[in-house]
């Protein structure tokens, strides 16, 4: 019985296939501004860096919170076992939070910032993102991460009693920015430092540790002698 090609249905075209039935009429497209790629080049970069520092493993969202408040609990132990109430005429625990947390933000956006460029280096084969762009992301979700952080050790603070409400908001919001801003400038000095030196890491994380001792978070600056103070300040 010879092959009889099946005939098209009621309504379709002869000869067009899919090509005719998927064919719509397009219109051009205009073209993106640099600005909004950026934005979306940091919206993506955020997500990720989120992604990976909260949920890289298990426990990760747990030591992220984990780490800072243990410090504190810790110094307040220490100045509650010499039975020292009072630290430059303020309360110990509010000193020490006060102290620890914005210290916490210039050494966590440093270090972070320093070491974002090798875990991301894959995506600088796109050019739409640029170095600098990882860097940003890290130091703004660093930063936004330790805020929430702080947030919830001094309202915790505040339903154990202490009076954590600052009096004047904007100066903390301006004294937050001051230390971000130093905490992103050495980041970004450290990471180059560190592509073209790369043993220079260990020397880079010894520094961090006299900066804990004359950052005044354990003592206040008033101890300190006239000329000294001057010096610091």
């Known amino acids: 019985m010879p092959y ?8 379709a075209r002869e ?7 998927l064919s719509t009429s397009s219109e051009p497209r205009t073209p993106r501004s640099s600005r909004s790629i950026a934005v979306s080049v940091w919206k993506a970069l955020f997500l990720r860096e989120a992604l990976s520092r909260l949920f890289a493993s298990r426990t990760s969202w747990f030591w992220l919170f984990a780490e800072p408040v243990l410090h504190m609990a810790y110094l307040m132990f220490m100045f509650t076992v010499i039975k020292v109430r009072h630290v430059g005429g303020i309360e110990t625990g ?20 320093a070491n974002a460029v090798a875990p991301n280096r894959p995506l600088f084969s796109y050019r739409q993102v640029k170095p600098i762009d990882a860097l940003l992301v890290r130091g703004v979700l660093e930063a936004l991460l330790l805020l929430i952080i702080g947030g ?3 309202f915790g ?6 009076k954590t409400m600052p009096a004047d908001p904007l100066g903390v919001a301006e004294g937050m920015l001051g230390l971000w801003i130093p905490g992103m400038g050495y980041g970004l000095i450290t990471s180059v430092a560190l592509e073209l030196v790369p043993g220079l890491g260990r020397l880079l994380g010894f520094v961090m540790m006299p900066l804990y001792f004359v950052s005044g978070v354990m003592y206040p600056i ?3 002698r006239n000329r000294t103070a001057t010096t610091c300040c």
Do not use: D, E
């Not at 009889?4 to 309504?11: E, F, S, V």
């Not at 509010?94 to 972070?112: A, E, K």
């Not at 603070?157 to 202490?162: K, R």
């Open 157 to 162: 603070a505040y339903l154990w009693g202490y």
């Open 222 to 224: 008033s101890q300190c």
């Open 4 to 11: 009889r090609p099946a005939r098209p249905r009621h309504g």
């Open 15 to 21: 000869g067009g296939g899919v090509s005719t039935l």
């Open 152 to 154: 919830l050790v001094l």
């Open 94 to 113: 509010i000193f020490v939070l006060v102290g620890l947390i914005p210290f916490f933000l210039f050494r966590r956006v440093g270090t972070q910032v």
